[in-house]
DNA sequence: TTGACGCATTCCCATATCGGCATACGATAG
DNA sequence: CTATCGTATGCCGATATGGGAATGCGTCAA
């Protein structure tokens, strides 16, 4: 077995500094293809390969707009993404100069829940 | 070029879905790799192997304990990927019924820029 | 219709997986 | 010292990747 397809699901989509890189420039608005390569300092066919993979984990979609196809952000799909991480604040925000004794605290604290 | 090397940075080494069970799982405290293994329905040295990916990002750090090494969580290096989804926040809670329209000023915006 | 333009797809290569298996390694028990 | 336990590592195979180059294809302009 290999690695899973990136466009099996959102955090693989995510793990390419480019796609994300992408995802931040599609902040401002759809953009062609060609500009988003030329702004990216990517080939052209290189862009379209990366936005095929977040086109098809739904991070991102096409509209028609004659030769030019437009893409645009749909950044729901990386809600799950931010909770997920979100789901480790607490840890986070501990000290962990003692790491030893903060797990032990969080076991008594889970305890006395 | 291949992809990027996933012990790189931390996008690539929560993209593989085992990896994000261990660091759920040592949310309730330290472990030996043969109890995570065990827990997690894989391999002693397959755990290894993920287990090593998470400590070079440093999501995960060891502690030895006689022929034991318990694992136990750092989730620091998470925070950034919270903050990077969190920036798409207020993307994901507009209306997408009318996503036309809103990419439409959107980009009418810029173009008076 | 023909040509130019914008984009997607395909093929090829070098590489980086992930998993299974065997094995080497360090620490402890006897 | 030696056997054993708990882990890490090495090697293999199957597969997915990202980039480059070439090409296919639909749309619009002349």
């Given amino acids: 077995m290999a690695r899973a397809a ?7 989509a995510i793990a390419e ?13 759809e953009r ?3 500009e988003l390569a030329h ?3 990517m080939s052209q066919p290189g862009a379209s390969k990366h936005l095929r993979v977040l086109r098809e984990v739904g991070l991102v979609r096409v509209r028609e ?3 030019q196809r437009l893409y ?8 799950p993404v931010h909770e997920w991480a979100g789901g480790f604040e607490r840890f986070w ?3 962990f100069d003692r790491l030893d004794t903060y797990v032990q605290d969080l076991k008594q604290a ?3 829940d």
Same sequence: chains 1, 2.
């Fill in 32 to 34: 062609p293809v060609t």
């Fill in 39 to 41: 702004e990216l300092g």
């Fill in 65 to 67: 707009a004659g030769k």
């Fill in 6 to 12: 990136t466009t099996s699901d959102v955090f693989n």
């Fill in 93 to 95: 925000n501990e000290s």
């Fill in 17 to 29: 500094p480019q796609r994300r890189e992408i995802l931040a420039l599609l902040r401002a608005g």
């Fill in 110 to 112: 889970r305890q006395e």
């Fill in 72 to 79: 645009g952000l749909d950044a729901r799909g990386l809600r």
